[in-house]
């Protein structure tokens, strides 16, 4: 596996300053956020002074149900090309559900949500990864997830589900080590024992980020500090194994730039600390300890099981359905309320225009909107449905807000607005008004 050193997460909010940072080997760009036939100029200068740029995928959905769609794998190899990339990066999640295997409306998650760890999962995941390795000109690694919440039934621990993965289908792993903190607040799983049942030499590179801590659950923010708990698993990684590259994610929240160096040298000390346990000969490098499983000839079965569970718990957080027997009820009332924020929040960013022109009102109503209308489509198409919502129920009033938010939704709702009834209604009856 090549050698990528020390990175950060390059994002437009901090380019300039990650192009000044000294002891910068690679970045990793959000792949969604590339164009390929218009990278940014940051994007194109650190290529050209040779630092790797890696595109680390979001919305594949790797560990969904359905076979991963042919369209988003044509424009993750298109990012890997064009950034001349050494291997993608993706999740172990399921990002949607719902949809033909269920007969039911397709609902996306907006985020990313745990695959359980069973054999019905691991089987489709398998396939699913085989299928995506078939499709990509580089080699493909997958990130483990941090979670608020437990599948009931599961029948693997992390780390033998990852050993499976990894042997079945020889695909690289990301190891987030906050990840594997975050698993451990709030699911009660020992970051140490995952450790030890990883096949290691599997490694492509690592994670580290930074969360907090509220009543007892921990959320993986990637904006705010790098905890000793965290860097204390990463030392622990190292111990056992040299890897290939370690990188600081953060997304939000962006400190100065003094701050960002300050932490990636932590993350250097941590890294050392653990080469210096290794060579002393104070831990010994683990191989995993996971028994490989025959593949399952047919994935169909088991799709079609996966699919009604995954459907039922997305519909439970975003839809407001009952909630499916077996799941910690506060958790899932948490998860809920953590989606709906990530929601409010990338829609805002997607759409700056709505905060501006509903000011304080923005967050409070578009969570009230979220509780009973389920994302469907992308981002866009969300913000666009809000504000078509917003403009149906009369709750504007006719003042200066209901005028600036008709002239946003008009302008870009376009003559054939995708959405559905609530677009199409909207658009009739504004364009009356």
Known sequence: MERLGTGIGWRPEIAEAVERMPGIDWVEAVSENVCPGHLSESLQRLRARGVTVVPHGVSLGLGGADRPDA???????????????????????????????????????????????????????CENIRIAQDALPVPLAVENIAALIAWPGEEMTEGQFLYELADRTGVRLLIDVANLHTNHVNRGEDPAGALAELPLEAIAYVHVAGGFERDGVWHDSHAHPVPRPVLDILTDLASR???????????????????????????????????????????????????????????????????????????????????????????????????????????????????????????????????????????????LDFAGHLLLDGQLGEGRVRRELRTWWLERSGPAPRSGRVARAARRVLLHR
Request: glycine content about 10%.
């Open 71 to 125: 369209g988003r794998l044509a424009a993750l190899a298109e990012r890997a090309e064009a950034l001349g990339s050494p291997l993608v990066t993706e999740h172990i999640a399921f990002v949607r559900a719902g949809g033909p295997l269920t007969a039911s409306p397709l609902l996306e998650a907006g985020h990313l949500l745990p695959v359980p760890r069973t054999r019905d999962a691991l089987d489709v995941l």
């Open 241 to 383: 194994v040299s890897p290939p590259g370690v990188l600081l994610e953060r997304d939000e929240n962006f400190p100065e730039p003094a701050e960002l160096e300050r932490e990636l040298k932590e993350i250097r000390v941590a890294v050392e600390k653990g080469r210096a346990l290794r060579a002393q000969g104070a831990a010994v490098a683990g191989t995993g300890t996971g028994t490989p499983a025959a593949s399952s000839p047919s994935t169909d079965a088991a799709r079609q099981r996966l699919a009604l569970a995954q459907t039922a718990l997305l519909s439970a957080l975003v839809a407001g359905t009952p909630m499916p027997e077996g799941f910690d009820r506060v958790r899932l009332g948490v998860q809920a309320r953590a989606l709906a924020g990530k929601r409010a929040d990338v829609v805002a960013k997607v759409a700056p225009e709505l905060p501006e022109i509903l000011g304080g009102t923005y967050r409070p109503a578009f969570l009230a909107y979220a509780h009973g209308h389920p994302m469907t489509g992308g981002y866009r198409r969300d913000a």
